[in-house]
């Protein structure tokens, strides 16, 4: 302080100099930073849940008329268009830019939906009656998310994932000309982080399953099936059930709140606490005349995010840009997209909602039309240890 004289510092033995060079050297030799190897162990539980984005409107199908003496060449038509705006979307460049929001902050699980593949026959044998199905493959989102997030140094396998609608229809190739066949199938998926040791995260007895109550599509003769894929997860000695789903779209509620009811009755109905990432297509504020989110919350489930954002509830939307993701001016206008517990010992203390903007100035702007949702989770036990430790530092 000044004003008082400072006593000379001790030099100390040397050989207490040497022993604490030796020490340095062998820490700097062996240890990571704090955040790839959790020294100290995991003291929480990260996840995430995004919408990859199919990279396209489909409504244009549903409206056509099988009647219609035109209808299959308005089907070729507006097939093409959807592919072609599918392409247009870069879905490479868009995952890309999910797996560097995903690696900039390394969650436990990632529970991902609309992880399209797209494949394609050409020339196709749909317009002539063949049954061949398509198996050249354009696009696989999982595998290019996976790719993207090795690129990114974040360490992430999918665990377990479920095949939702499968569809194939023709379409009009515009570089040689000919009818092709294209292939849609809709999954769901759950990654996990594969650079933890067991007892830091340890993933078990993975299911998946469709839920029986589907919208049918006669003029596509499609069943649009949704689904679920769930895991046991273990996290220090926490254990908990973990689901990624995807529900029906808001314009079939009652569709969406029976699937809700089987996802309730079935993978939820365990004897463990139980996380629900994914797309529920509810509203939580009813601006879609849904009422899902409502049964969810009063089967015993807490919204991760609406716990931390009381007084702004109207906030956290995380769908809305249009569907060439062109439009700046369109903002997000529904909530829809949840991380939801019950039971165990979570006790959130972060969640956040992550518009990914590409940083473009030609479309694509965003990664998707869905904005992600991020949660981080303590176990009550740890922050009580931690509680106790802080008043024993503070005595």
Known sequence: MPGVAQRPAKTPPRWLTCLLATATLWASAG??????????GKRSLETMTVNLYLGSGTQRLLALDPTDPGYITNLIASVTGVYYEILASQPQLRLQGVA?????????????????????????DLVFGG???????????????????????????????VNEFDVELPMFNLQSGSIDDVRLTDRD??????????AQLRVAHTQHGNYTNVLQIPSLGLSVLRGWCSADVSVRGEKFRYICTHL??????????????????????????????????????????????????????????????????????????????????????????FVLF??????????????ISLNRTQPPLWASDHAAVAA??????????MRDTDDDNQR
Do not use: C
Request: hydrophobic residues 40%; aromatic residues 8%.
């Open 31 to 40: 240890a990571l930073p704090a955040d790839e190897n959790h020294a100290d």
């Open 100 to 124: 560097r929001e995903v690696a900039a902050r390394k969650p436990d699980l990632l529970a991902v939906q609309e992880a399209s593949l797209i494949r394609n026959e050409s020339p196709g």
């Open 131 to 161: 049954r061949n199905p398509a198996t050249n493959v354009v696009f696989d989102y999982l595998q290019l998310l996976v790719e993207s997030l090795a690129a990114q140094g974040a360490h992430y396998a999918v665990v377990t994932s």
């Open 189 to 198: 998926a759950i990654l996990a982080r594969t650079d933890l040791p067991p």
């Open 248 to 337: 029906e779209e808001e314009t079939v509620p009652q569709i969406q709140l029976l699937q809700a009811a089987e996802l309730l009755n079935g993978p939820a109905s365990v004897d463990l606490p139980v996380m629900i990432a994914g797309d529920f297509n509810a509203d939580s504020l009813h601006r879609n005349g849904t009422v899902t989110y409502d049964a969810l919350i009063g089967a015993g489930f807490t919204d991760s995010w609406a716990a931390l954002h009381q007084s702004d509830l109207a906030q956290g939307l995380t769908w809305g840009h249009d569907e060439f993701l062109a439009d700046p001016s369109q903002p997000l206008v529904w909530r829809i997209d």
């Open 342 to 355: 019950r039971g165990g010992s979570f006790s959130p203390t972060y969640a956040d909602v992550l518009d």
């Open 376 to 385: 981080q989770f303590q176990f009550r036990g740890e922050l009580r240890e």
